[in-house]
């Protein structure tokens, strides 16, 4: 949801999140807040009761937060290392290939080069948009189809084929967790009881009875601390998207130490 904020820079998503937060923090001073004691005004000692209820409300969401900004990061990790582990595997089998005979040798060198190409020019910018690339399946499979056409005929070249399988073989298990990784995320749910714990937090703050000013101050503060905690989260979310996702780079590398003719 939301997935227009990765279009933008990360200083201007900050800013809107904090923008938002602290102006209904406001707004519900200015609006809401004398609804809320008009009808509480009668309730003794009604600070210490909101303050109870807060403290124990805020142990499970500020846990919720806590885990989801962590699980965010974790697999904003995970799909690093996933593009990472691609590129490390798709090197170290150009340069197996790189000692078969031609013309073997020659075909496999363009076909990676061509597959290492299409990584960076074509398939990270769908995953940039959260589309699962394509077109990088029947690359795979003509790779594969050149390596097992291969028939070693010497000791030394079974030995280097089998390395060049296994090599293949990681390759594509690092692929297949890249793109697994493209449409991951935050289940919908779990943002709509983020920002309604946000909301119930605000009005907890509004219940207070308190100087007009303390409200303002007191009521921006923790607005402030929940955009910042929810923004970070929701820029993590999706690997792939905005400033913070995962880049090519790795391939970039691969393809200008190694492949570029």
Request: aromatic share 12%; with cysteine; proline share 5%.
């Amino acid at each position: 949801m939301f997935y227009w904020i990765y279009d933008l820079p990360t200083w201007t998503v900050a800013f809107l999140f904090a923008f938002v937060f602290i102006g209904v923090s406001w707004l519900g001073a200015v609006f809401v807040r004398p609804v809320l004691r008009l009808l509480l005004h009668k309730e003794p000692d009604l600070n210490n009761a909101v303050g109870n209820v807060l403290s124990f409300f805020s142990v499970p969401y500020g846990l919720l937060l806590g885990m989801l900004a962590v699980a965010t990061f974790q697999a904003l990790s995970t799909a690093d290392q996933s593009a990472e582990n691609e590129a490390s595997s798709l090197a170290s089998l150009y340069r197996d290939v790189s000692s078969y005979p031609n013309p073997p040798r020659s075909e496999l060198q363009d076909a990676l080069r061509e597959y290492t190409r299409y990584v960076i020019e074509e398939a990270w910018p769908l995953q940039r948009k959260g589309i699962i690339p394509a077109g990088g399946t029947e690359r795979v499979t003509a790779i594969q189809a050149k390596l097992m056409a291969f028939e070693p005929q010497t000791r030394g070249q079974e030995v280097l084929h089998a390395e060049a399988l296994r090599q293949f073989n990681s390759f594509v298990s690092a692929r297949r967790m890249r793109l697994y990784s493209v449409e991951g995320g935050i289940p919908a749910i779990m943002w709509y009881t983020v920002v309604a714990g946000a909301l119930v937090s605000l009005i907890f703050i509004w219940m207070l009875n308190l100087r007009f000013i303390t409200h303002l101050l007191l009521g921006g503060l923790t607005a402030f601390a929940l955009a910042s905690m929810i923004c970070l989260t929701a820029l993590m979310d999706n690997p792939f998207r905005g400033e913070l996702s995962v880049s090519p780079d790795a391939f970039q590398l691969v393809y200008d130490s190694l492949m570029k003719k």
